[in-house]
């Protein structure tokens, strides 16, 4: 998605369009490099009624589950057990987390921490290998990256562009720092939980 289009699909922090299409607009939003933009969106906390928010679904519409429209007044006959209102959920996962699989049964997944404006961020997925856990810190430049790859699994873990200063521990203190497949930027994790640590922006600076 070009910077000029992400521009117009982020339209200052306020979803345009049915629920249905944020799904995509969102998934652009993040391939493109547009993170903050995203999760601006995903985060919107204006919950009067009728506006085009998750905000307003959970405190207007009272909404528990997913809803087929923004609101009534938008679909009358809304239903509130819809996919279409399910985008979050799933954009959380691949968006945020960026976790998505690579090879068939989560034999091989990627983690690509897409955090955008957020300090820290925890989450727990199911797959059919297992649980997978990611939780994300940043402070001043310094990011904490910990995983848990579940059995019979592996992940790429792929981090920023100007990351730096790489090192990874496991659960136990050990150092997988030049055990770990580094390609590029992508670690190589096989299972297990570790901690992975890492300076942002241009080295020596």
């Known amino acids: 998605m070009a910077d000029r289009l992400s521009q117009f699909v982020a339209n200052n922090g306020q979803f345009v369009g049915s629920i249905y299409f944020i799904y995509f ?17 995903l985060t919107d906390p204006n919950d009067q009624k ?15 589950i997913a809803p087929e ?22 954009t959380i996962v691949q968006g945020i987390a960026g976790i998505m699989p690579i090879e068939p049964g989560f034999s091989t997944f990627r983690i690509k921490v897409r955090a955008g404006n957020l300090t820290h961020l925890n989450l727990t997925t199911p797959s059919v290998k297992g649980l997978i856990t990611v939780h994300y810190q940043q402070d001043a430049g310094n990011q904490t990256l910990e995983v848990a790859v579940p059995m019979n699994a592996k ?9 730096h200063q790489v090192a990874v521990q496991d ?35």
């Open 155 to 163: 992940a790429q873990v792929e981090l920023p562009a100007q990351a």
């Open 50 to 64: 009728d506006h085009k928010s998750f905000a307003a679904i959970l405190d207007s519409l009272k909404a528990t």
């Open 25 to 41: 607009m969102l998934k652009g939003l993040f391939e493109s490099g547009h993170a903050a933009d995203a999760i601006t969106l």
């Open 69 to 90: 429209a923004w609101s009534n007044h938008y679909k009358p006959n809304l239903t509130l057990s819809h996919p279409w209102g399910a985008t979050p959920g799933l």
């Open 171 to 205: 659960q136990f203190g050990k150092d997988w720092t030049t055990a770990v497949q580094h390609d590029d930027q992508t670690l190589t994790i096989p299972a297990g939980s570790y901690r992975i640590t890492y300076q942002q922006g241009t080295a020596g600076k």
